[in-house]
Each structure stands twice: as C-alpha cells, then as structure tokens.
C-alpha cells in the first residue's frame, strides 16, 4: 500500500480519500474545512496542518479543487507545495481545469524533479463514493500506469487521452456534451409535462426510444422519477451548477483557441450562467430542469 498526500476534501475529494482509507493506504489529508478533515480522520486518515505538511514523505500526491487558480495556488503560489513535494512522488491532479495550466504545472514541477499527470474524472459525486469513477488522463504512460495503483480503488475505469493536457482537454469535451444532454432531457420532459404527460411514463418511453442518454436512464432531472438522485433531493448534492458553467467556459476558450465552432455548448453555457443568476449556483447541475419551467412559465 502507498503513502499518499490528498488535498482537497469536497463533494468529490473526500470520498475518493475516504475510498484510498478503506483500501488500505497510508493516506493524509489538507482541507480548509475543519469538518471535511474530521470526517476523514475518523474514517482512518491522517490530518495535516498544512498542505506543505500532508505532502510528506508522499509517493502519491493527489489534488481535487474547483479551479485553474486553485490549482496554481496549491502547487506554485507563495505558499506552494511543488518544492516540498519528493522527488520520488508522482503528483495526480483530479481537478478540472484548462489544459494549458495542467501543461504549465507539468513543466513547474519536473523543474523541481517530480513527475506529474492530468487526471479528472467523470462520474459524479455517486461514482465518488461508489468507487466507480472514470480517470482520464494525460501524461506520460509509464506514469499513468503507475498511477493505476491507487486510481483503481477510486474508480474502475482509466484511459490515458494522450501527453499533459490531454486529460483535461477529454473532460471538457464531455462535460459540455454532458451539459448539451441535461439541458435537452430536462427541455423535453418539461414540454410532456406542460402537455399533461407524467414525466416518468415519458422517460420510460424515451429510454426504449431513439431519445435514449445517461442523463435521463441514470440522472434523470425530473423530481421523483429515479430515486436516489440529486433531483430528488431538492437539487442536493452532486455537481454543481457553478461548476458546470466553469466547465463550459473552459469548453468555449478551448473551441475558440482552435477555432472551433461549439454553438450548443456556447448555448448550454449561457442557459448555466443565468441559472446561477437565479440563485442555483450552488445546486445540482440537474436543476436546470427548474430554470427550463420558469421560462416555459413565464
């Protein structure tokens, strides 16, 4: 079992750290909430002051936070990690962020001799606590087959989508396919609703149809039509809407840098952004179920 260093306790970081505890792993942690470290503490873990402390003799480091500037922070501000972190360690970042910071951190820290891979993930917070996660990487593939030690008992799939950056590149082509689908299940299930369809007959007829996806078979937006899912939860849990706009508009500056044209992200983008507005930033991306009746009501 490895000694490894995890910073980041959210909605997704903690119950990866928890799942590396169950396996077995010698696993400290850093969070700025006091609670998030507790949790893990009991669970097995062990805490450190500082971020500086939690890397550590680590031959894995692993980081999950909300953004390009977190990251940025954590490894190369003032107060940074990359010099503490041993030579010997192989840093995994989950977190997305642009592939353009995933690539300068991967020159920052091979400057300081420690090898480095883009790893986000897709599954959500129940593939986080299931164990269930995708890893989608980028990086050397020694490195990423070395890395499959510990993302094996968070996740059951990785795949490595080619050199730094590529990770990140891949998951962002999902998320914004991911955004495209919620948003276009939750505009059809409300227009069966608005026309006195029961949305849960509807999506039992759409799922042996041609309009068949994951959001409506695993995530479906829809109150109390799975159980078990953030939507059924009053929009509790899951990944947020704040961090689906963030996603898609890392997205639109990925097109825009090659050109390419991404209307029904930019769309999605736009429909996300003002659901924050609303107040919804901090709900389930699912919600955008709600945000499609106002309008409809409206």
């Not at 079992?1 to 396996?23: D, H, Q, R, W």
């Not at 980028?138 to 059951?156: C, F, N, Q, Y």
């Not at 039992?204 to 309009?211: D, N, W």
């Not at 849990?237 to 825009?256: C, H, I, P, S």
Request: hydrophobic share 40%.
């Amino acid at each position: 079992m490895a000694k490894i260093g995890f910073i980041g306790l959210g909605n997704m970081g903690g119950p990866m750290a928890n799942n590396l505890v169950e396996a077995g792993h010698d696993v400290t942690v850093f969070d700025l909430s006091e609670d998030a470290m507790a949790t893990l503490q009991a669970a097995g873990a062990s805490i450190a002051n500082t971020a500086v402390d939690a890397v550590q003799g680590a031959e894995f480091v692993i980081s999950m936070l909300p953004a390009s500037k977190h990251v940025n922070s954590l490894y190369l501000g003032d107060e940074g990690i990359a010099a503490h972190i041993p030579e010997s360690a192989l840093v995994i970042d989950s977190s997305t962020i642009d592939a353009q910071t995933a690539r300068d951190l991967a020159v920052a820290l091979n400057k300081h001799g420690v090898r480095f891979i883009d790893a986000p993930v897709s599954g959500g917070t129940a593939g986080a606590k299931s164990g269930t996660l995708t890893f989608i990487c980028g990086g050397d593939a020694a490195d990423i087959e070395e890395a499959r030690s510990v993302l094996g008992h968070m996740g059951k799939n990785v795949f490595r989508a080619g050199e730094h950056g590529a990770g990140q590149v891949a998951k962002i082509c999902n998320n914004m396919l991911l955004a495209i689908l919620m948003t276009g299940t939750s505009e059809a299930l409300q227009l069966g609703k608005a026309n006195g369809l029961d949305p849960k007959v509807l999506s039992e007829i759409m799922l042996q149809s041609s309009g068949r996806n994951w959001t409506l078979e695993v995530y479906n937006p829809c109150p109390h039509v799975l159980e078990g899912v953030p939507s059924s939860n009053n929009y509790e849990g899951g990944f947020q809407v704040d961090l689906m706009a963030k996603d898609l508009g890392l997205a639109k500056d990925t097109a825009e840098n090659v050109g390419a044209k991404t209307p029904l992200g930019d769309l999605a983008q736009s429909l996300y952004q003002a659901h924050s507005g609303e107040g919804f930033g901090k709900k389930d991306f699912s919600s955008i179920f709600t945000h499609l009746e106002a309008k409809r009501s409206s």
